[in-house]
């Protein structure tokens, strides 16, 4: 585990922890507020499991008030405080500091209004993605955006990152999804964002608020879209014998005009590690197998799918599934599915990373990657959300191995960089949060970042609500990646705090 | 300022209208209007000066000068243009490689002064206005990837970027998108293109009564035949002089002039959209009701009529802009049936209402009842005799005072359009 650059910590308020403690049980029942070791334990870490930090204190709210109660009191007393959904984000969103409060959101787990006449459910901020959808399906609704992880990760989550899916291709991401919040401010304001009407009058808050890691508010409600499900779905699955034909397929198919639901991507590396894992059948011969779902009425999709086998075709393709019933097209997911399961089954551990690229980009990336492997020498299998150009590669590491996480690090900051130079993005769904903080000035200057620090203080005057996410603590921009510094030590004591 | 930074500094401010033609020359203008604290009034080809407040401000910045395609990519699917681009130029070479801006752009010229002019997409995008697509393909501002702009200190700042998965930072274009130009000066747009459909027919159901058509409506919203567009056109009050009746405005063959319609537009090739007619007609009991059907010749200036507001050509009275949740669509459509002109768009969602001139006290008493049904309204148009003590746009005060603090964040001196959207901004 190497250590990042935090906020300083503020010695006061560590002092103060009993009182602070017994001061959060007023607000809500004392068995929602852990402070003991082992209580907060499985709460020191999120989906970016390299970093671990100890929080203050662990508060679990159960409705708004309290949520408001416990913030006015934070801001009063200059107590910082780390939001937290499932806990299931990559990039470290929802890291703890050791002067924080983490505020769980795990017990607002009730959908409040399943509304079909307006299309939408009113649900609770830790209610799960697929939790939303098992609640509609009966009469064939769906909630749109399927983030890999939706078994497990919050709605509230989903909102604070704008997490995508596999699908986002055709049916957007969060930000496309939803129809209304309710939010509490850091001063323990409580407001209420949209609602069941499509957009909103004045500024575009929902906006600005979905996306925003945690740092403009908390949300202790959210209305969402569902869709009718798709009348017929069906997949291709097809296989490629070099990267080139399989990137120029992609901009191929989406240059004609289709809108896969789905497009998807996997190197050689990983259909081999997920054909051991899973044995979903995938051809052997493919250098790069892609995934090609599309949905819409019967005609239209077998039309489509037709359209889909002949430009695969000219590309060169060397193998062709077509999915005719769900059972096939559910083993063609199978693998894809198990992807980051077989890479952890390959090596102790992996990275993932997530920048996005334009389309026409693909091949030449993966080219890039594979020189990084090289110079690096450490393996990377790569999965892309083909379609949107996002792409995840694994980077396989020993953890336990230090110099091993430094280079894995230093891998990974120069895939995004490579992805930023190519006209792309340093994330594409899973947020900047610790983990991509300091490459922030690779896609922006100091003006655009002000500026975004300048509504977060409009805010949150005194940058208590998940400070250190998103932006850079060092302003180092220019040199590489993160920079590390050893617990506790304060190498940096005159760290700009905004 | 540096003394090299203030010798550059060539910017003049005699003119009442300021037309910078490089961004750079924007935030140059911008950065001596904010040290002066000279509040101004932004503009593209000037198309949408009627919403909003009326400024009183001594100058104008005009982007029209602005202008131009920088980057078109139509395998990425995107486009990138300069603030002050024609929205017609845009249209123009999309369409060459068949392609559109999915949103559908409002033509508000016919509203305004009875003449097609669509502006520019810098103020387009400030409006967030979508057209009739919208229930299907999301808001102007969902088709947003990227933009530059200047802040009210004379900031070039950007956000966003070309690609459509992007989570990097705060979204504030999705923010700019709808804010009237009081936050940036926009001076550079990404959008997102789609793929133009290959052909479409509407369906015309002939029917008055209100139930019947909210029935319509929820069915088509809960359908997954994906129909992209979904209008509801009653006969005008009977008792009433109006200007442009729905007989006059939608005369097509296939369309009959007799009673209030419902139409509703399947997009795609032939054979599918063959495929959804023939279920839609079972999932909405169309057999129950007269109907007929426009080919695509009649469809495409049936929907261009419709987005682009004709019904209130040249108008001199108000035009509200309403929109509500799609379950409230009956009992709001029954509070103005046979009271107002007025035609219902996106699937029951979007209601346009013109109210006569002098009859603010009708303005007040839909503006109530919208509020009471969870919806939102814009006066889009004030008539003459308008009573500007009312407020133009909705909001609740908890959320004006978070607009307050961002505004500030954005433009400290409220240089920008201010008033615009409301008095406080």
Request: net charge neutral; hydrophobic share 35%; glycine share 8%.
């Amino acid at each position: 585990m190497t250590e990042l650059a935090l906020p300083q910590i503020d010695r006061t308020t560590v002092s103060k922890k009993s009182l602070i403690v017994s001061q959060l049980k007023k607000f809500t029942n004392e068995e929602n507020v852990l402070s003991e070791n082992e209580e907060i334990k499985p709460y020191e870490t999120d989906g970016l499991a390299a970093y671990k930090q100890t929080p203050l204190a662990v508060v679990l709210p159960k409705n708004t008030k309290e949520v408001s109660e416990i913030l006015k009191f934070c801001n009063e007393e200059n107590i910082k405080v780390i939001p937290r959904g499932a806990g299931t984000g990559l990039s470290g969103g929802a890291l703890p500091l050791q002067d924080a409060i983490l505020l769980g959101l795990g017990k607002f787990n009730k959908i409040l209004e399943i509304d079909f006449d307006n299309k939408c459910v009113v649900t609770q901020p830790g209610v799960t993605n697929l939790g939303i959808t098992h609640a509609v399906q009966h009469k064939g609704y769906y909630y749109a955006p399927d983030p890999s992880s939706q078994l497990a990760c919050s709605i509230g989550g989903n909102v604070a990152e704008n997490s995508g899916g596999v699908h986002s291709l055709k049916y957007g991401t969060t930000t496309n999804n939803i129809l209304g919040v309710e939010m509490v401010m850091m001063d323990g304001t409580i407001t209420r964002i949209g609602g069941k009407t499509l957009d909103q009058e004045g500024y575009d808050l929902l906006g600005l608020v979905c996306g925003s890691e945690g740092l403009l508010g908390v949300i202790t409600e959210v209305t969402v879209k569902i869709l009718r499900k798709p009348q017929s779905v069906r997949a291709a699955l097809i296989g490629f014998p070099t990267v080139e034909d399989g990137g120029n397929c992609v901009s191929d198919i989406i240059s004609s005009g289709i809108v896969p639901a789905g497009m998807e991507m996997m190197d050689k590396a990983l259909i081999d590690a997920t054909d051991k894992f899973s044995k979903a059948g995938y051809p052997k011969d493919a250098e790069v197998l892609m995934i090609v779902e599309l949905d819409g009425t019967k005609s239209e999709v077998d039309g489509l799918l037709n359209k889909v086998s002949e430009i695969a075709k000219q590309n060169n393709s060397n193998s062709m599934k077509l999915s005719n019933n769900e059972k096939e097209r559910l083993a063609f997911w199978s693998g894809r599915k198990a992807a980051f399961p077989a890479c952890g089954a390959m090596a102790p551990d992996y990275y993932c990373m997530d920048g996005s690229i334009p389309r026409g980009k693909l091949s030449l990336i993966l080219k890039e990657i594979s020189q990084l492997s090289k110079k690096y020498n450490l393996a990377v299998a790569n999965a892309f959300h083909a379609g949107d150009g996002n792409l995840h590669p694994l980077i396989m590491f020993d953890g336990s191995d230090k110099e091993q996480l430094r280079k894995t690090e230093e891998f990974g900051a120069e895939i995004l960089k490579a992805c930023v130079k190519h006209g792309g993005a340093l994330t594409g769904e899973h947020g900047v949060g610790i983990e991509k903080r300091e490459l922030m000035c690779e896609a922006f200057n100091n003006d655009d970042i002000q500026q975004q620090l300048n509504i977060k203080k409009s805010l949150d005057e005194k940058n208590l609500l998940n400070p250190g996410k998103v932006y850079p603590i060092l302003r180092k921009c220019a040199e590489e990646g993160r920079v590390h510094v050893h617990r506790g030590e304060e190498k940096f004591p005159d760290l700009p705090r905004f | 300022m540096s003394t090299e930074e203030k010798k550059n500094s060539q910017i003049s401010l005699d003119s009442e209208t300021l037309s910078p033609s490089t961004e750079k020359e924007v935030s140059e203008i911008v950065r001596e209007i904010y040290s002066k604290k000279l509040p101004i009034e932004i503009t593209g080809t000037g198309t949408k000066k009627v919403f909003g407040y009326n400024l009183q401000t001594a100058k104008k910045l005009s982007l029209s000068q602005l202008s131009g395609i920088i980057d078109y990519q139509k395998e990425e699917l995107y486009i990138k243009v300069k603030a002050g681009t024609p929205i017609e130029d845009i249209e123009k070479i999309l369409e060459e490689n068949n392609q559109e801006l999915a949103f559908e752009p409002i033509d508000f010229g016919y509203m305004i002064n009875g003449q097609t002019n669509k502006g520019t997409i810098g103020g387009y995008v400030a409006c967030n206005f979508a057209g009739s697509r919208r229930f299907k393909v999301g808001s102007v501002r969902d088709h947003i990837l990227g933009f530059k702009g200047v802040n009210g200190k004379g900031d070039i700042i950007k956000s966003g970027g070309t690609v459509v998965k992007n989570v990097t930072g705060y979204d504030l274009s999705k923010l700019i998108s709808g804010s009237f130009g009081t936050l940036v000066v926009l001076t550079e747009i990404t959008l997102k293109v789609s793929p133009k459909k290959q052909s479409q027919i509407t369906v015309i159901v002939y029917t008055d009564e209100i139930k019947k058509i909210s029935n319509l409506f929820d069915k088509i919203l809960s359908s997954s035949n994906e129909v992209s567009a979904a209008t509801f056109i009653p006969e005008e009050p009977s008792h009433k002089n109006y200007e442009h009746t729905k007989n006059k405005i939608f005369k097509f063959n296939d369309l009959d002039q007799e009673g209030s319609f419902l139409a509703f537009r399947i997009e795609g090739d032939k054979r599918s959209i063959d495929e959804r007619l023939k279920e839609l007609k079972i999932e909405l009991d169309l057999s129950n009701f007269k109907s007929s059907i426009l080919d695509v010749h009649q469809s495409v200036p049936f929907w261009k009529k419709v987005n682009n507001l004709e019904l209130f050509s040249g108008t001199k009275n108000n035009i509200l802009r309403a929109v509500m949740p799609p379950a409230k669509c009956e009992t709001f459509s029954k509070f103005l049936n046979k009271n107002h002109k007025y035609y219902i768009d996106w699937c029951g969602s979007l209601f346009w209402i013109e109210v006569l001139d002098k009859d603010d006290e009708k303005i007040n008493k839909i503006k109530n009842f919208i509020l009471e049904n969870s919806g939102y309204l814009t006066i889009l148009k004030k008539s003459e005799n308008f009573d500007f003590q009312d407020t133009l746009f909705t909001i609740d005060s908890t959320r004006l005072m978070i607009s307050k603090k961002i505004k500030d964040s954005f433009d400290p001196k409220k240089i920008f359009n201010p008033g615009r959207m409301y008095r406080e901004l």
